[in-house]
Each structure stands twice: as C-alpha cells, then as structure tokens.
Nanobody, 123 residues
C-alpha cells in the first residue's frame, strides 16, 4: 500500500523557516521522482519543487527559488523541503507527490500524493 505522509508544517511569522518532511512507503522510493506542490485557498494546486531519483537534479518554481531547498534521503525513504525566508504568500496546504523515473513539473504527471499539510505564514 503506497503512502506519502507529510509532517513539519505549522504557523510561523514572515521571515521564519520551516522544514517539511515526506515519509514514503509501499513503493521503491529510489525509483521515483519526488515533488512538492501547494494549494492556497481558492487557487489551483501549483508546482513548488521537484528532485530527481538520485537527488542530482532539482527544480524550483520562480516564486520560491533561492528560498526553498528540496532534498531526499533514499536510505530513509524520505523527501524534504527546507523553506527559508517565508512570506505570507507562501501560506498554503503543501503536498508531496511521487512519479516514476522522469522529472516533471506537471501536477497531473504524479501518481501518488500525500494528504497535505498546512503551512501558515503571518505578516
């Protein structure tokens, strides 16, 4: 049974940092690209970042580039999203997702999704 479980969200102030975790099980983690997406109230779910199977390649949305860092530990079946210099516009539910083999920034390319975790940034 495939599971992606996010943790690490919460309420912070603008300028603070948070680290999100995505614990994966039920599939061969090292065969899958991992991605982070987010959805703010009334908006579409949007791409945030993705990382290749080995971690050698990473991609970011322009809105988070230079502030967020994606990483993974294949030995722990876990992906991470380090979020620094948070802004109120980063407030959203954050989802981790997985797709096999090939990196993609397209939401519909991802097969597996977590339940999401709330990140709220106050001004």
């Amino acid at each position: 049974q495939v599971q992606l479980v996010e943790s690490g969200g919460g309420l912070v102030q603008a300028g603070d940092s948070l680290r999100l975790f995505c614990a994966a099980s039920g599939f061969t983690f090292s065969h899958y690209v991992m991605g982070w997406f987010r959805q703010a109230p009334g908006k579409e779910r949007e791409f945030v970042s993705t990382i290749s199977r080995t971690g050698s390649s990473t991609y970011y949305a322009d809105s988070v580039k230079g502030r967020f860092t994606i990483s993974r530990d294949n030995a722990k079946n876990t992906a991470y999203l380090q979020m620094n210099s948070l802004k109120p516009e980063d407030t959203a539910v954050y989802y981790c997702a997985a797709r096999p083999w090939v990196v993609s920034q397209v939401r519909d390319d991802y097969n597996y999704w977590g339940q999401g975790i709330q990140v709220t940034v106050s001004s």
